[in-house]
């Protein structure tokens, strides 16, 4: 797999607990001191977030930065099944 790989599912895990906690893009960056922007970027896949950046969204999520990572790692293995089967 691709390194790009996991941007792109971490950026639906981070949607996905987002929405779980009923909270707007804008309202995440500011309990994660981030930008509204950077929030975006991470769910829209175009960036992948240093460490820090996703230790912060973690935080502003009242999750484990390993959560958000096992989370990801997870989403990535069922993908990789899924187009096996097919």
């Known amino acids: 797999m691709l390194s790009g790989d996991f941007a792109k599912f971490f950026g639906q895990i981070v949607r996905k607990h987002r929405k779980a906690r009923f909270l707007t893009q804008e309202q995440l960056a500011e309990q994660a001191d981030l930008a509204p922007k950077m929030i975006s970027l991470i769910e829209r ?13 973690a935080q502003a999520l009242n999750v484990p930065y390993w959560r958000l990572v096992k989370d990801t790692e997870d989403l990535r293995l069922e993908t990789r099944m899924a187009k096996k089967k097919k």
Do not use: M
């Open 45 to 57: 896949l175009k960036i992948n977030p240093t460490q820090n950046v996703a230790d912060s969204i």
